[in-house]
């Protein structure tokens, strides 16, 4: 049973466009949400994080807004760029496991 | 920073034959895990360790073991390896307690068993 539902699997998005990507969960003892950034050949890597006692955090054009009410969470990168270019995967965490629970991954493509 | 290293890149086994792979974390770092990562399916949890010694099974623990002896050294072992585990395996650490940092991955082995 997937814990958390992402969406959309892939993405293509113009260069200086704005990529959304959206995840959603059931668990709410979930308490700490992170986006993951992968590279080819490389491993995933913190991008931003999220507690839900905000809605939004913004880090330079990467943002996550956040919707407790809805369960749901997405990532949004503003003037995206080509070097943006990756497999983007949002996860949750709460205190009952010991473990990250990951979506199933956005591949997006910066077009320039 | 926290480094995270897994062994091999890329790997081929035969079917049948048993496998290890190793991860070894600089940072002393309590948690460990292992992923394996497949298109479409995302990160899946194959076995994690809270502590030298230690283990609990994640998702996907069939087929595979896991062995703990250093706090810095996390292996996996698939027994006797077949051609659906052929995959994307990924190493992860964080430490223990507090709010939770993210984890640290390594670089990723990806396995192919003909």
């Known amino acids: 049973q997937q814990q958390v539902k992402q969406s959309p699997q892939s993405l293509i998005v113009q260069k200086g466009g704005i990529s959304i990507i959206n995840c959603a969960y059931e668990?709410?003892?979930?308490?700490?949400f992170p986006w993951y950034q992968q590279f080819p050949g490389k491993g995933p890597a913190l991008l931003i994080a999220?507690?839900?006692?905000?809605s939004e955090k913004k880090e330079g054009r990467f943002t996550i807004s956040f919707n407790k009410s809805a369960k749901q969470f997405s990532l949004h990168i503003m003037d995206s760029q080509p070097g943006d270019s990756a497999t983007y995967f949002c996860?949750?965490?709460?205190?009952?496991?010991?473990?990250?629970?990951f979506g199933t991954g956005t591949s997006l493509t910066v077009i320039p | 920073d926290v480094k995270v290293t897994q062994s091999s890149r890329y790997l081929v086994k035969r079917t049948g034959e048993k496998v290890f792979l190793e991860c070894v974390q600089d940072m002393d770092h309590e948690n460990m895990f292992w992923y394996r990562q497949d298109p479409g399916l995302g990160l899946r949890l194959i076995y994690f360790s809270y502590d030298v010694k230690m283990k609990e099974k994640g998702d996907i623990p069939e087929g595979y073991s896991v062995s703990r002896e250093k706090k810095e050294r996390f292996s996996l072992i698939l027994e006797s390896a077949s051609t659906n585990q052929t995959s994307m395996y990924l190493c992860?650490?964080?430490?223990?307690?507090?709010?939770?940092?993210?984890?640290?991955f390594g670089s990723g082995t990806r396995l192919t068993v003909v």
């Open positions: 668990n709410t003892a979930f308490d700490y």
């Open positions: 992860a650490s964080r430490p223990q307690g507090g709010p939770p940092s993210g984890y640290t």
């Open positions: 999220i507690r839900p006692d905000v």
């Open positions: 996860a949750a965490y709460g205190d009952t496991g010991n473990q990250f629970y």
